[in-house]
């Protein structure tokens, strides 16, 4: 009788487990992108300012990006404001909901950041 409550228990206990790793992954990726996204545009601004070269403030991002095991999927310097603009992307890890149609956009992670050079 105990033991029936207790294999109860630790289903459902493992069963929510499961949900929240499940369910959390795109949100703990989307903050941990958040963080990769800033420094990326921010080391990308600080580039361009000191070479006025976007092609070395795009290098710069991605290997900001790279070193987190990121993706930098656009880069863009505005003319008129020259703050820089960067998005990144990361697939979030799913043991389940990524292979359904409804559920699999929520595991493709996409932020973006921007970055005014810093004045000296």
Request: net charge negative.
């Amino acid at each position: 009788m105990v033991t029936g409550w207790l294999v109860k228990i630790v289903v459902v206990i493992a069963l929510v487990g499961f949900a929240a790793i499940e369910l959390g992954s795109p949100l703990w990726t989307r903050a941990q992108l958040d963080g990769v996204a800033h420094d990326a545009a921010d080391e990308a601004a600080r580039v361009y300012a000191n070479t006025r070269n976007s092609e070395r403030a795009r290098a710069a991002a991605e290997v900001q990006v790279e070193a987190e095991d990121a993706i930098l999927q656009d880069f863009r310097v505005d003319s008129p404001t020259q703050r820089v603009r960067v998005t990144v992307f990361r697939e979030a890890r799913s043991y389940l909901l990524d292979r359904f149609g409804p559920t699999k956009d929520w595991y493709d992670v996409k932020v973006s950041a921007s970055a005014a050079p810093p004045t000296n």
